[in-house]
């Protein structure tokens, strides 16, 4: 037997013989899930295309612009207004407008204030002014996020 065999034999042996006692006495665990973010905001580069979450849990129409403002805009500027106004609401910071842009040189922007506690719910003062057909419409009120996760004007709001 060469001398290779001769050393190189102990040494596999004892290879193996480890490589056969190290997995039996462990059990494999499960991956651990890394919950997400709650409160995300996601990025969108036009308020005009996103997503329809947003669309459905925030509404212009509802007391959210200037009943003026609402019948001169377009369904690309309701579309804008109503995705800046959700992540306004629900993401932004206190006196930090979010600006939107329609088409054919319709803007708007939204300040919010701070989270207040009313009845269970959240709530937040906002401003939405909208610049359509040479003119400046502002609305002020107060909205509420719903137990469904809806954002809605409080009665009585100027």
């Known amino acids: 037997m060469n001398r290779f065999a001769i050393l190189a034999t102990p040494f596999v042996a004892l290879t193996l013989a480890a490589c056969a ?8 665990q499960p991956p651990v899930a890394v919950p997400a973010p709650v409160f995300a ?6 308020p005009a295309q996103a997503t329809s979450q947003a669309l459905a849990t925030t509404s212009v129409s509802n007391g959210f612009v200037d ?3 609402l019948a001169m805009m377009s369904a690309n500027d309701v ?12 993401f932004g910071r206190p006196g930090a407008p979010r600006a939107w842009t329609g088409i054919k040189g319709t803007t708007g922007f939204v300040a919010v204030g701070p989270y207040v506690r009313v009845n269970n719910l959240d709530c937040r003062d906002f401003t ?11 609305k002020k009120g107060t909205a ?3 137990q469904n996760g809806n954002w809605t004007v409080e009665k009585g709001a100027a």
């Open 41 to 46: 905001a996601p990025l969108i580069a036009n």
């Open 128 to 138: 939405h002014t909208v610049k359509t057909g040479g003119q400046e419409f502002v």
């Open 144 to 146: 509420c996020r719903e």
């Open 67 to 69: 009943v003026g403002a």
């Open 79 to 90: 579309a804008a207004a109503n995705a800046t106004q959700f992540y306004a609401l629900q």
């Open 21 to 28: 006692s190290i997995g039996s006495n462990q059990v494999a």
